[in-house]
């Protein structure tokens, strides 16, 4: 019995050794060339609950725990930021058609109002990204107000998504 356990034991040692010299880039490019606060006013407590709850993965600067050097965690996060980052990202907010940019602030109000975002996975760690009822609804006011003023902005129908 020991015989084999030894042998696995070393091989896993050896796996998550040199995993460790997988680095997946960071996100810390920090380019804010088309981030939202150029088009829209983003308040104070608004940019505070982005700062905790959202940035981290929809933005172009990522604040990294310690943990985030090690693997298979290392893997994982970049994932998350990746995948956050393609659906939503306030820094590269601007550069999307107007259309979309509504249909972003619309679909904040429903993961937000359905407690999807902050992923419960980063919530579990980050405590101080769980919303209260009182932050939850300052980001949908803030959301409902953009797409109204979008809507005096822009007619009707450049506000659609279309269908590609
Ligand atoms: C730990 C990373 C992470 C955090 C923190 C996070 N998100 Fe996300 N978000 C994702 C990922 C990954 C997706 C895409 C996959 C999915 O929908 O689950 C996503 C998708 C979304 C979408 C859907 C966009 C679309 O086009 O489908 C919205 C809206 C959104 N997030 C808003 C928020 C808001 C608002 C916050 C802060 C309150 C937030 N997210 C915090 C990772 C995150």
Redesign the pocket.
Known sequence: MKKYIKPTLFGLLALFLLAQFIRPEKNLSNDRTNDISLKYPVPEPVQA??KV??D???SNYTVYPWYAEVQPVAAWLAN?VE??KK??NFSNFTSRRVAVQNH?FE??IE??KEGE???A??TWVHRD?I?TEAQKQT?INWAQANMDSLKTQYPADSLVMQRR
């Open positions: 609950i982005l709850a959202c981290d993965c929809h998350h995948d956050g659906h939503l972003k679909e904040i993961m937000v975002m902050p992923l996975s980063y990204a919303l980001l």
